[in-house]
């Protein structure tokens, strides 16, 4: 039988918040640096309003900057310094080589918050393709655990906030949504839940997260 | 000085010549990326910074340590005797073998607990016992003795597996003991006093300086890693808070938190870090406590000076292991000695610790030496004297190139259905050339231990 306490729930839970608000972000800022180039100079500018921060830059190596190490709530400095504290917090739950992953996340991350440089873009690659080795390590635990659970609901959780954010197709929002049914009966099979499609999907979810974890 | 280099070190030689250096750059990399840390508090900012590693193993060889393991055993079953007798019929103090004076003002003594035994009567579970080998007589000599929350095992446990994945011909061409049991070891423990219920790692949290150990072991051991808000105690007995609102009973906590900050009901009403009522369920037998309240006493830098009279009084034996010449100034012979020969001895007070509070006369100023023996004078209690003892440097491989370093020996004793010592240990080194203080909130860095045969 496992037990786990309400702080290494939570920091699991936000672990897959942050890590997969991280990966997403950077693909959508991916996306918005190669149209500002030459198709859209206001790409970045649509991207972040997503995320209700007015974003101001002067050309896609400005967008990069700003994005990732602006003054705003979205920074990915922070968040990735958010993830490893709940990494660090949650750590003899984590498999080690996506723990060390993460940490190596946060170091570049410092680096790039550190330089005066222009950011590179092949740390922003790399940033990608270790949060993919993070995952990966995650997931390949062949036996697994009530506390991986909470870091996939945090993953699917966000899954949906950026969904609804970027008014993504609501058939898969759903089956997320199932996903997310399905996870909260396992964890705790006395919670009655079923959320679908509603006026406040994030609200409801939020709820019922107070009600899986008792502090 | 170094010790004479036998065999084995040789074997280690022959095969460290061979091996790629740039590779050394790797342990600082994987101990970065794993976070094996030891916290700082400096100029009040918290610092996460790696323990300094040396690559060079203290090789020890297997019946050598066999002899320390026998008188550490020895050591710690009196240590354990003297603490159960102490709190329950005191015959040691009533026979005149260790003052009552020096009980009472021993910070560690609590009077409160006179009279309770704790579950299977091991009061010192996990300890620490600091060694070092001396140069003039190839002895090794017990400096300092920690029974309450001796910490650092976790460190050689991390960097052995390093090892082996960076440096595998050590392993495969030499007779290393391997180490990976110590976390058994320590379920053991905790399993022989548990009360009934699940063991737990009680940890003051992510900001302690040895955070990082505490996850470590309690990952390795299986027990669970909670902070004090994430224990409950109801009608004297312990509750581990699981996440759903479930209260699950508590049997054995290897609490990583001094006395003072445990229960704040009990102790330090100002303590966050504690669990209210815990000692309540203590007192009650429903839960065990690792190590048990009240063992300040028995590795008070005074009462020390009595170890080897404890393992006469309690074993009928004669002790395997000795002290450094130690001399209380509070006995008027010793006071005598101690004035006369400061300037050769180092005096400890004995309310610090972690390299804290140590004076080495032969580096004071004479002005220095006369306010010292006036603060010896007027409190004689407060510290002890020990002849300056000239241990071994160990080569160490730092920036490129060979030195020497002074560096002690952190050897683990665990309590359970047996006593057992470690086959490892945490060799510490100093910083500088010379110094004697290897602490790590001194600066020192660490290396690992290979007990070896040929």
Same mark, same amino acid.
Request: glycine residues 6%; aromatic residues 12%.
């Given at each position: 039988m496992e037990y786990l306490t309400a702080n290494v729930a939570t920091s699991m839970y936000w672990l897959g918040r942050y890590l997969e608000r991280i990966e997403a972000t950077l693909y959508e800022i991916n996306k918005a640096y190669d149209k500002i180039i030459d198709v859209d100079k206001n790409a970045g500018v649509k991207l972040y309003k997503k995320f209700e921060i007015d974003l101001k830059y002067t050309n896609a190596s400005d967008f990069l900057d700003v994005a990732i190490r602006g003054d705003h709530s979205a920074n990915l400095i922070n968040l990735l310094k958010n993830a490893r504290e709940n990494a660090i917090i949650s750590r003899e739950y984590i498999d080690e080589l996506a723990f060390g992953e993460i940490i190596e996340l946060n170091e570049i991350a410092q680096r790039i918050a550190k330089s005066a440089e222009p950011i590179d873009y092949k740390d922003i690659d790399y940033a990608l393709s270790l949060i993919s080795e993070i995952w990966g390590a995650q997931t390949k635990r062949g036996h697994r655990k009530e506390v991986d659970?909470?870091?996939?609901?945090?993953?699917?959780?966000?899954?949906?906030?950026?969904?609804?954010?970027?008014?993504?197709?609501?058939?898969?929002?759903?089956?997320?949504?199932?996903?997310? %049914?399905? =996870?909260?009966?396992?964890?705790?099979?006395?919670?009655?839940? %079923?959320?679908?499609?509603?006026?406040?999907?994030?609200?409801?979810?939020?709820?019922?997260?107070?009600k899986l974890i008792i502090n | 000085m170094l010790e004479k280099p036998t065999?084995?070190?040789?074997?280690?030689?022959?095969? @460290?010549?061979?091996? /790629?250096?740039?590779?050394?750059?790797? @342990?600082?990399?994987?101990?970065?990326? @794993?976070?094996?840390?030891f916290n700082l508090y400096k100029d009040g900012n918290f610092i996460e910074q790696s323990l300094p590693f040396d690559v060079i193993p203290r090789i020890i060889e297997k019946k050598e340590f066999d002899k320390i393991e026998k008188g550490l055993i020895q050591r710690v079953t009196a240590l354990n005797l003297f603490l159960e007798d102490l709190y329950t019929d005191a015959k040691i103090v009533k026979d005149g073998i260790v003052p009552q004076e020096f009980i009472d003002s021993a910070s560690g003594y609590l009077k409160e607990f006179?009279?309770?035994?704790?579950?299977?009567?091991?009061?010192?579970?996990?300890?620490g016992i600091d060694l070092v080998k001396d140069s003039k007589n190839d002895e090794?000599?017990?400096?300092?003795?920690?029974?309450?929350?001796?910490?650092?095992?976790?460190?050689?446990?991390?960097?052995?597996?390093?090892?082996?994945?960076?440096?595998?011909?050590? @392993?495969?061409?030499?007779k290393i003991e391997p180490i990976k049991d110590y976390p058994k070891i320590i379920t053991d423990a905790m399993n022989h006093v548990n009360t009934g219920g699940i063991n737990v790692v009680l940890t003051p949290g992510r900001f302690n300086s040895a955070y990082y150990e505490h996850s470590y072991l309690a990952q390795k051991s299986g027990a669970?890693?909670?902070?004090?808000?994430?224990?409950? *105690?109801?009608?004297?007995?312990?509750?581990?808070?699981?996440?759903?609102?479930?209260?699950?009973?508590?049997?054995?906590?290897?609490?990583?938190?001094?006395?003072?900050?445990?229960?704040?009901?009990?102790? %330090?009403?100002?303590?966050?870090?504690? *669990?209210?009522?815990?000692?309540?369920?203590?007192?009650?037998?429903?839960?065990?406590?690792?190590?048990?309240?009240? %063992?300040g006493v028995a590795d008070d830098k005074g009462i020390y000076y009595f170890v080897p009279k404890m393992i006469k009084y309690y074993l009928n034996e004669e002790p395997i292991l000795?002290?450094?010449?130690?001399?209380?100034?509070?006995?008027?012979?010793?006071?005598?000695?101690?004035?006369?020969?400061?300037?050769?001895? *180092?005096?400890? /007070?004995?309310?610090?610790?972690?390299?804290?509070g140590v004076l080495f006369g032969h580096s004071m100023s004479a002005l220095q030496i006369e306010d010292l023996k006036m603060m010896v004078k007027a409190n004689p209690r407060r510290? =002890?004297?020990?002849?300056?003892?000239?241990?071994?440097?160990?080569?160490?491989?730092?920036?490129?190139?060979?030195?020497?370093?002074?560096?002690?020996?952190?050897?683990?004793?665990?309590?359970?259905?047996?006593?057992k010592v470690w086959n490892c240990g945490l060799t510490r080194y100093a910083l500088e050339e010379g110094n004697y203080l290897v602490n790590s909130s001194q600066g020192?860095?660490?290396?690992?231990?290979w007990v070896m045969e040929l």
């Amino acid at each position: 039988m496992e037990y786990l306490t309400a702080n290494v729930a939570t920091s699991m839970y936000w672990l897959g918040r942050y890590l997969e608000r991280i990966e997403a972000t950077l693909y959508e800022i991916n996306k918005a640096y190669d149209k500002i180039i030459d198709v859209d100079k206001n790409a970045g500018v649509k991207l972040y309003k997503k995320f209700e921060i007015d974003l101001k830059y002067t050309n896609a190596s400005d967008f990069l900057d700003v994005a990732i190490r602006g003054d705003h709530s979205a920074n990915l400095i922070n968040l990735l310094k958010n993830a490893r504290e709940n990494a660090i917090i949650s750590r003899e739950y984590i498999d080690e080589l996506a723990f060390g992953e993460i940490i190596e996340l946060n170091e570049i991350a410092q680096r790039i918050a550190k330089s005066a440089e222009p950011i590179d873009y092949k740390d922003i690659d790399y940033a990608l393709s270790l949060i993919s080795e993070i995952w990966g390590a995650q997931t390949k635990r062949g036996h697994r655990k009530e506390v991986d659970y909470f870091l996939k609901l945090g993953k699917l959780v966000e899954e949906v906030d950026f969904r609804l954010r970027f008014d993504r197709k609501q058939k898969m929002t759903e089956f997320i949504l199932e996903e997310i %049914n399905a =996870i909260f009966k396992l964890l705790n099979p006395k919670i009655e839940i %079923n959320i679908s499609q509603s006026e406040d999907i994030m609200g409801d979810l939020y709820k019922e997260m107070d009600k899986l974890i008792i502090n | 000085m170094l010790e004479k280099p036998t065999r084995l070190h040789d074997k280690f030689w022959e095969i @460290f010549a061979k091996q /790629d250096r740039n590779k050394i750059d790797e @342990f600082k990399t994987y101990m970065d990326k @794993f976070a094996v840390n030891f916290n700082l508090y400096k100029d009040g900012n918290f610092i996460e910074q790696s323990l300094p590693f040396d690559v060079i193993p203290r090789i020890i060889e297997k019946k050598e340590f066999d002899k320390i393991e026998k008188g550490l055993i020895q050591r710690v079953t009196a240590l354990n005797l003297f603490l159960e007798d102490l709190y329950t019929d005191a015959k040691i103090v009533k026979d005149g073998i260790v003052p009552q004076e020096f009980i009472d003002s021993a910070s560690g003594y609590l009077k409160e607990f006179v009279g309770f035994s704790p579950s299977k009567k091991v009061r010192a579970h996990i300890n620490g016992i600091d060694l070092v080998k001396d140069s003039k007589n190839d002895e090794w000599v017990i400096l300092e003795d920690n029974l309450r929350v001796p910490s650092g095992a976790s460190y050689p446990l991390s960097i052995r597996d390093t090892y082996r994945k960076i440096y595998p011909d050590f @392993f495969e061409n030499l007779k290393i003991e391997p180490i990976k049991d110590y976390p058994k070891i320590i379920t053991d423990a905790m399993n022989h006093v548990n009360t009934g219920g699940i063991n737990v790692v009680l940890t003051p949290g992510r900001f302690n300086s040895a955070y990082y150990e505490h996850s470590y072991l309690a990952q390795k051991s299986g027990a669970y890693l909670v902070r004090a808000h994430e224990l409950v *105690v109801i009608d004297k007995k312990v509750y581990f808070k699981n996440y759903d609102g479930q209260k699950i009973l508590v049997g054995s906590i290897y609490r990583r938190l001094d006395d003072d900050f445990i229960d704040p009901k009990f102790f %330090n009403p100002e303590s966050l870090i504690g *669990v209210p009522g815990l000692i309540e369920a203590y007192l009650a037998g429903n839960v065990a406590l690792m190590n048990a309240v009240g %063992n300040g006493v028995a590795d008070d830098k005074g009462i020390y000076y009595f170890v080897p009279k404890m393992i006469k009084y309690y074993l009928n034996e004669e002790p395997i292991l000795q002290n450094a010449p130690t001399y209380l100034p509070y006995f008027e012979k010793d006071m005598d000695y101690v004035m006369n020969n400061m300037e050769k001895l *180092v005096i400890k /007070d004995v309310a610090e610790a972690g390299g804290y509070g140590v004076l080495f006369g032969h580096s004071m100023s004479a002005l220095q030496i006369e306010d010292l023996k006036m603060m010896v004078k007027a409190n004689p209690r407060r510290f =002890i004297a020990q002849e300056l003892i000239e241990f071994y440097d160990e080569k160490c491989y730092l920036n490129g190139n060979l030195e020497d370093r002074k560096a002690d020996f952190r050897a683990y004793v665990v309590v359970g259905e047996d006593v057992k010592v470690w086959n490892c240990g945490l060799t510490r080194y100093a910083l500088e050339e010379g110094n004697y203080l290897v602490n790590s909130s001194q600066g020192g860095g660490f290396k690992d231990t290979w007990v070896m045969e040929l």
